[in-house]
């Protein structure tokens, strides 16, 4: 079972940045789908972006375009989420995820998420 390992998160200003990594390990990280979600208290688990097997291809919610970028290192089994003007809503735990299934980025995306793997989570803050 692939096993998934958020690091990045923290406390940063309205306008900064924040690097997002996820590094995977015990499985074979190039045949998943990899994705960011992030979620807040009393409030539904959000798909932020996801990317296909190669790194080619890519979804993200409305409300990050422009902002946030998703890439992927197979060599280095890790999935990033660049985190660029960062605003207070983006505050919210953010979890790495991963899917065999063949979906599309949109469905993995969701609502809901449809994978089958999620990480621990990393914090992240964004002060006004």
């Known amino acids: 079972q692939l096993q998934l390992v958020e690091s990045g998160g923290g406390l940063v200003q309205s306008g900064g940045s924040l690097r997002l990594s996820c590094v995977a390990s015990?499985?074979?990280?190039?045949?998943?789908?990899m994705g960011w979600f992030r979620q807040v208290p009393g409030k539904e688990r959000e798909g932020v972006s996801c990317i296909n097997l190669s790194g080619t291809t890519t979804h993200y919610v409305d409300s990050v375009k422009g902002r946030f970028t998703i890439s992927r290192d197979n060599a280095k089994n890790t999935v990033y989420l660049q985190m660029n003007s960062l605003k207070p809503e983006d505050t919210a735990i953010y979890y790495c995820?991963?899917?065999?299934?063949?979906?599309?980025?949109?469905?993995?995306?969701?609502?809901?998420?449809?994978?089958?793997?999620w990480g621990q989570g990393t914090q992240v803050t964004v002060s006004s």
């Open positions: 015990r499985g074979t990280f190039p045949y998943y789908t």
């Open positions: 995820a991963a899917t065999l299934n063949t979906v599309d980025l949109q469905t993995m995306c969701g609502p809901p998420p449809r994978v089958e793997v």
